[in-house]
């Protein structure tokens, strides 16, 4: 789209792609804000004005109006299950931005309808019933009315399951089936399984049942991975930091990106980890990854970042607020062992830790490790999540040469968290304040997809006021960070995690490519508003990996979506709901309808002594602080 008064005229050090008239925010104090950059060969070569980029238009530049919008860095989400996602992404339906669960039902009911048989419809994860204006989950009642042939996953943040009688059918659950351990199979009067699945407070059980639906095969794999990688460009992200997690193996489940990175059709920067999957060989596979790779292997679209989230399987405490926290077992001993190695091979790591019973337990071999010169020793590491972590951890965290990487849970999660700990706790959860006060980098992610969205612009507005999805507060302004400070967790914060912090994170010559031209002015916008931030325009190594309104078909071309059937390609993945104002009697309606809904819901419960005969009142989040 070649822009009138940028004549081209260079021969040598032509530009790639060139963007002007942008309100650019940097984020390099030496040169905060610019409104023109160009890009040669992936790397940023100009940050000026028109003046300073038009001696870099040449004949095959490709130059684009920014149309006076805001740039920003590419975003950076320090805590993303990108793989595992990608591998999984066109098979789900999204229910991330839906407002009400009467609209869930009928995106559900509609997507059965076309399902084959032997496919499941699953709804997993980016999403709470704090959202909903109905605040509760669908019956299976609801699901076997939706899709009565058609087995139905639906996955409820690390707390539930609620499958219909298909699912139940299909996945091999009987009234003989015992429950795992950490997990509960909900049962009726009669024995028989009523569709219910509960964390108790182990995940195993929802995970091993979403295993034994159907799995995307070949080329499939490599579609649905482009198409999420596509999803994730739409709300600016240009790189990602994939935590591993659970049925995630190595390296069978990473052989799609790394081939779609051999073949040069990563959209995404890729730092991975690797999370020994087998209770009691966690030694014997991080001795063996070891053998195999080294931290940083790769380039600069795909590379090693370490181990974790988990080293051992013991050493993890499970984030389900519905359950009280997990009481562990004697786990230092072999817990040290993995630690020891991979601090003594140069690797790095990152940790899975909600509560601060488990980050003292830790640090302590820490600590003891540090006796004999392994803390703090050049390696990078971190803890993820957080939520409970105290002063005296974050001190002795600072001390050893750590890192945290925080995410928005509690977005979703809000409700539970409060009910067991009180909003005293949730106002600390997690004291990102404190944590930047010790001078400790401190990246931004969601933890998405089997808990929260992906869309970052959610994970920001959290960061920034407070707020959780259903509009609750939570954390006071003594806990919060303007919106400056959360656009670094989310950009150069996430470089420094994977040492890229001289390439990556910021706009200045020398860096890579890697921006976004947003929908919306971040700084100035009204801040409900950033939760429906997108990105308009998407470049990451100069190519321009997304283009939406005035830009629409400048980006690459992608296969159609695979199977036809997909939710995806109907649905498309993360529902961007009106914003505040502008269908605001129709918005009224529709939540109106919710409502209704969910006060006859109520009564029916009454009326069969399931619940009050008066309906509870709601957790007023102006009296929670």
Same mark, same amino acid.
């Given at each position: 789209?070649?822009?009138?008064?940028?004549?081209?005229?260079?021969?040598?050090?032509?530009?790639?792609?060139?963007?002007?008239? !942008?309100? @650019?925010?940097?984020?390099? #104090?030496?040169?905060?804000?610019?409104?023109?950059?160009?890009? =040669? &060969? +992936?790397?940023? $070569?100009?940050?000026?004005?028109?003046?300073?980029?038009?001696?870099?238009?040449?004949?095959?530049?490709?130059?684009?109006?920014?149309?006076?919008?805001?740039?920003?860095?590419?975003?950076?989400?320090?805590?993303?299950?990108?793989?595992?996602?990608?591998?999984?992404?066109?098979?789900?339906?999204?229910?991330?931005?839906?407002?009400?669960?009467?609209?869930?039902?009928?995106?559900?009911?509609?997507?059965?309808?076309?399902?084959?048989?032997?496919?499941?419809?699953?709804?997993?994860?980016?999403?709470?019933?704090?959202?909903?204006?109905?605040?509760?989950?669908?019956?299976?009642?609801?699901?076997?009315?939706?899709?009565?042939?058609?087995?139905?996953?639906?996955?409820?943040?690390?707390?539930?399951?609620?499958?219909?009688?298909?699912?139940?059918?299909? !996945?091999? @659950?009987?009234?003989?089936? #015992?429950?795992?351990?950490?997990?509960?199979?909900?049962?009726? =009067? &009669? +024995?028989?399984? $009523?569709?219910?699945?509960?964390?108790?407070?182990?995940?195993?059980?929802?995970?091993?049942?979403?295993?034994?639906?159907?799995?995307?095969?070949?080329?499939?794999?490599?579609?649905?991975?482009?198409?999420?990688?596509?999803?994730?460009?739409?709300?600016?992200?240009?790189?990602?930091?994939?935590?591993?997690?659970?049925?995630?193996?190595?390296?069978?489940?990473?052989?799609?990106?790394?081939?779609?990175?051999?073949?040069?059709?990563?959209?995404?920067?890729?730092?991975?980890?690797?999370?020994?999957?087998?209770?009691?060989?966690?030694?014997?596979?991080?001795?063996?990854?070891?053998?195999?790779?080294?931290?940083?292997?790769?380039?600069?679209?795909?590379?090693?970042?370490?181990?974790?989230?988990?080293?051992?399987?013991?050493?993890?405490?499970?984030?389900?607020?519905?359950?009280?926290?997990?009481?562990?077992?004697?786990?230092?001993?072999?817990?040290?062992?993995?630690?020891?190695?991979?601090?003594?091979?140069?690797?790095?790591?990152?940790?899975?830790?909600?509560?601060?019973?488990?980050?003292?337990?830790?640090?302590?071999?820490?600590?003891?490790?540090?006796?004999?010169?392994?803390?703090?020793?050049?390696?990078?590491?971190?803890?993820?999540?957080?939520?409970?972590?105290?002063?005296?951890?974050?001190?002795?965290?600072?001390?050893?040469?750590?890192?945290?990487?925080?995410?928005?849970?509690?977005?979703?999660?809000?409700?539970?968290?409060?009910?067991?700990?009180?909003?005293?706790?949730?106002?600390?959860?997690?004291?990102?304040?404190?944590?930047?006060?010790?001078?400790?980098?401190?990246?931004?992610?969601?933890?998405?997809?089997?808990?929260?969205?992906?869309?970052?612009?959610?994970?920001?507005?959290?960061?920034?006021?407070?707020?959780?999805?259903?509009?609750?507060?939570?954390?006071?302004?003594?806990?919060?960070?303007?919106?400056?400070?959360?656009?670094?967790?989310?950009?150069?914060?996430?470089?420094?995690?994977?040492?890229?912090?001289?390439?990556?994170?910021?706009?200045?010559?020398?860096?890579?490519?890697?921006?976004?031209?947003?929908?919306?002015?971040?700084?100035?916008?009204?801040?409900?508003?950033?939760?429906?931030?997108?990105?308009?325009?998407?470049?990451?190594?100069?190519?321009?990996?997304?283009?939406?309104?005035?830009?629409?078909?400048?980006?690459?071309?992608?296969?159609?979506?695979?199977?036809?059937?997909?939710?995806?390609?109907?649905?498309?993945?993360?529902?961007?709901?009106?914003?505040?104002?502008?269908?605001?009697?129709?918005?009224?309606?529709?939540?109106?309808?919710?409502?209704?809904?969910?006060?006859?819901?109520?009564?029916?419960?009454?009326?069969?002594?399931?619940?009050?005969?008066?309906?509870?009142?709601?957790?007023?989040?102006?009296?929670?602080?």
């Amino acid at each position: 789209m070649l822009v009138g008064g940028l004549v081209p005229r260079a021969t040598n050090n032509a530009a790639d792609l060139v963007v002007r008239n !942008a309100k @650019i925010h940097t984020g390099d #104090p030496v040169r905060p804000q610019a409104e023109a950059i160009a890009i =040669r &060969d +992936g790397v940023i $070569t100009v940050v000026g004005d028109d003046s300073d980029v038009a001696s870099h238009v040449g004949p095959a530049t490709k130059v684009v109006d920014a149309l006076g919008r805001r740039m920003v860095p590419g975003l950076n989400d320090s805590h993303l299950h990108v793989i595992r996602g990608g591998l999984n992404y066109v098979l789900e339906l999204r229910w991330d931005g839906v407002p009400t669960l009467r609209h869930g039902l009928a995106m559900l009911r509609e997507q059965a309808a076309r399902t084959p048989k032997g496919q499941w419809v699953r709804v997993v994860g980016g999403w709470s019933v704090e959202q909903f204006a109905e605040r509760r989950l669908p019956t299976v009642a609801e699901l076997n009315a939706a899709a009565p042939d058609t087995p139905v996953f639906v996955l409820h943040l690390y707390q539930s399951a609620v499958l219909n009688r298909a699912a139940l059918k299909a !996945a091999g @659950i009987t009234r003989d089936t #015992p429950d795992p351990k950490g997990g509960q199979i909900v049962r009726g =009067r &009669d +024995g028989e399984p $009523t569709g219910m699945l509960l964390a108790a407070p182990s995940a195993l059980i929802l995970y091993s049942t979403l295993a034994k639906a159907p799995v995307l095969e070949g080329e499939d794999k490599k579609t649905s991975t482009r198409h999420y990688l596509r999803e994730l460009n739409r709300f600016g992200l240009t790189s990602a930091i994939d935590a591993a997690g659970g049925f995630q193996n190595f390296p069978d489940n990473y052989s799609t990106v790394a081939e779609l990175a051999k073949a040069g059709q990563l959209s995404l920067r890729i730092a991975y980890h690797l999370f020994p999957q087998t209770v009691g060989q966690e030694i014997d596979d991080l001795t063996r990854w070891i053998e195999m790779v080294r931290p940083e292997d790769g380039d600069e679209w795909l590379r090693l970042n370490g181990a974790g989230e988990n080293l051992t399987w013991a050493a993890a405490d499970f984030e389900n607020f519905a359950e009280p926290r997990p009481e562990l077992g004697e786990y230092e001993a072999e817990f040290e062992k993995a630690v020891r190695l991979l601090m003594e091979n140069g690797w790095g790591f990152r940790l899975h830790a909600t509560y601060d019973e488990t980050i003292r337990r830790d640090l302590t071999v820490f600590e003891k490790l540090a006796a004999d010169g392994l803390f703090p020793a050049g390696n990078r590491w971190l803890f993820d999540h957080a939520e409970t972590v105290s002063a005296d951890s974050l001190d002795r965290i600072a001390a050893l040469g750590g890192a945290m990487s925080v995410q928005n849970r509690l977005s979703f999660q809000a409700e539970a968290f409060v009910r067991r700990y009180g909003p005293g706790a949730a106002a600390d959860a997690p004291p990102i304040r404190a944590m930047l006060e010790r001078g400790l980098t401190v990246g931004g992610g969601t933890d998405a997809t089997r808990v929260s969205s992906y869309n970052p612009w959610v994970a920001l507005h959290w960061l920034v006021s407070g707020r959780n999805v259903g509009d609750l507060v939570l954390r006071p302004r003594s806990n919060r960070v303007d919106r400056q400070t959360a656009l670094t967790m989310f950009t150069r914060a996430g470089a420094e995690l994977t040492g890229e912090e001289d390439v990556k994170g910021v706009l200045r010559p020398g860096c890579y490519g890697d921006l976004a031209v947003l929908s919306d002015d971040y700084f100035t916008v009204p801040e409900p508003e950033i939760a429906h931030i997108e990105s308009l325009l998407t470049v990451t190594g100069g190519r321009i990996v997304y283009a939406a309104g005035e830009y629409e078909g400048l980006d690459e071309e992608l296969p159609p979506v695979s199977p036809e059937w997909s939710p995806v390609a109907h649905f498309g993945g993360y529902q961007a709901t009106p914003r505040t104002g502008l269908t605001g009697a129709r918005q009224a309606e529709l939540l109106g309808q919710a409502v209704a809904e969910s006060e006859q819901h109520r009564q029916w419960r009454a009326r069969r002594g399931l619940a009050p005969e008066t309906a509870s009142t709601f957790f007023d989040p102006c009296f929670s602080l």
